[in-house]
């Protein structure tokens, strides 16, 4: 297209991959900001034909060289290398070199995030919202809910015919397929004059346990048994910020208008659960460890 190339932080993981992917489909430049460049996916990377610049996200002024021509930033943050105060300290760099450069941000927050969750994670992705709203630059903030591809951390237990969660298994919870992620933040980038200011709760389908078990059922044609697991097992893997987010999700929630989204991005197909499901793999997921 050789139109003005779009800076994506993140681009070897889940979400900042499915960005590039969407990008690179609609035929936009890309530059991927990473810390290293000899890992396997920075070299899957540079074979789909993207510009690699190796910078560390608390680098503000690496930040915003990068950014040199370029027309946009996709800016995501993560807690788990080091810590949410680490995160904060990214999302605000990458904020104030969006804002040097002059290019629109569209920053990767998290579903409800803005409603006082006392979640670690997720108060850490609001205090970049609030940092993005002080300094005033062009910005959208994308928040999506819980991912769809969080069922492959349970491979172990699937192969078993468990589907394990620590949610009562009546309990709804909203949902988003990763390339809906990818999709939506395209269309936000390409068009910064309608989307800038916005924000936006981005979620696919809602539904319980019990309605997952029910697909995967259908879907695998394997029969699924639900098992609640105890929040003490995810205190031991995820500390209590995990114990938080899930006591969370069992009192309060995420909140997504499906049919505004529907609406403000007619163009792209959300997937439901069962949609997702059915392409993926079933029998890479089955598979034991």
Same mark, same amino acid.
């Given at each position: 297209?050789?139109?003005?190339?779009?800076?994506?932080?993140?681009?070897?993981?889940?979400?900042?991959?499915?960005?590039?992917?969407?990008?690179?489909?609609?035929?936009?430049?890309?530059?991927?900001?990473?810390?290293?460049?000899?890992?396997?996916?920075?070299?899957?990377?540079?074979?789909?034909?993207?510009? #690699?610049?190796?910078?560390?996200?608390? &680098?503000?002024? *690496?930040?915003?060289?990068? $950014?040199?021509?370029?027309?946009?930033? @996709? =800016?995501?943050?993560?807690?788990?290398?080091?810590?949410?105060?680490?995160?904060?300290?990214?999302?605000?760099?990458?904020?104030?070199?969006?804002?040097?450069?002059?290019?629109?941000?569209?920053?990767?927050?998290?579903?409800?995030?803005?409603?006082?969750?006392?979640?670690?994670?997720?108060?850490?992705?609001?205090?970049?919202?609030?940092?993005?709203?002080?300094?005033?630059?062009?910005?959208?903030?994308?928040?999506?809910?819980?991912?769809?591809?969080?069922?492959?951390?349970?491979?172990?237990?699937?192969?078993?015919?468990?589907?394990?969660?620590?949610?009562?298994?009546?309990?709804? #919870?909203?949902?988003?397929?990763?390339? &809906?992620?990818? *999709?939506?933040?395209?269309? $936000?980038?390409?068009?910064?004059?309608? @989307? =800038?200011?916005?924000?936006?709760?981005?979620?696919?389908?809602?539904?319980?346990?019990?309605?997952?078990?029910?697909?995967?059922?259908?879907?695998?044609?394997?029969?699924?048994?639900?098992?609640?697991?105890?929040?003490?097992?995810?205190?031991?893997?995820?500390?209590?910020?995990?114990?938080?987010?899930?006591?969370?999700?069992?009192?309060?929630?995420?909140?997504?208008?499906?049919?505004?989204?529907?609406?403000?991005?007619?163009?792209?197909?959300?997937?439901?659960?069962?949609?997702?499901?059915?392409?993926?793999?079933?029998?890479?997921?089955?598979?034991?460890?």
């Amino acid at each position: 297209m050789g139109s003005a190339p779009v800076v994506v932080t993140g681009g070897t993981g889940k979400q900042g991959g499915a960005v590039v992917k969407s990008l690179l489909q609609r035929g936009h430049e890309v530059r991927a900001v990473t810390r290293s460049t000899d890992s396997a996916k920075a070299k899957e990377l540079t074979n789909a034909g993207v510009t #690699l610049v190796r910078a560390s996200l608390e &680098d503000t002024a *690496a930040l915003t060289k990068a $950014l040199e021509g370029a027309t946009s930033l @996709f =800016a995501m943050t993560t807690p788990f290398e080091g810590g949410t105060q680490a995160e904060t300290r990214q999302g605000i760099s990458a904020a104030d070199a969006a804002k040097a450069a002059g290019v629109h941000l569209v920053f990767a927050s998290v579903g409800s995030a803005n409603r006082q969750t006392g979640v670690p994670h997720f108060d850490s992705k609001y205090e970049v919202e609030q940092h993005i709203a002080k300094i005033g630059g062009r910005a959208t903030v994308l928040a999506p809910v819980y991912f769809m591809e969080n069922l492959h951390f349970g491979k172990e237990q699937l192969a078993k015919g468990i589907y394990a969660a620590p949610l009562p298994p009546t309990r709804p #919870l909203a949902q988003v397929a990763v390339a &809906d992620i990818g *999709a939506v933040a395209v269309r $936000l980038l390409e068009d910064p004059g309608r @989307f =800038a200011g916005k924000r936006f709760d981005l979620g696919g389908d809602e539904l319980t346990g019990n309605d997952v078990v029910a697909i995967l059922s259908r879907v695998s044609g394997r029969p699924f048994t639900y098992f609640q697991v105890p929040l003490d097992v995810i205190r031991q893997r995820m500390g209590e910020d995990g114990v938080k987010m899930y006591e969370w999700f069992e009192r309060v929630g995420y909140t997504v208008d499906r049919a505004a989204l529907r609406r403000e991005f007619p163009d792209v197909a959300f997937h439901d659960f069962e949609s997702w499901a059915k392409a993926q793999d079933w029998n890479t997921l089955l598979q034991s460890a």
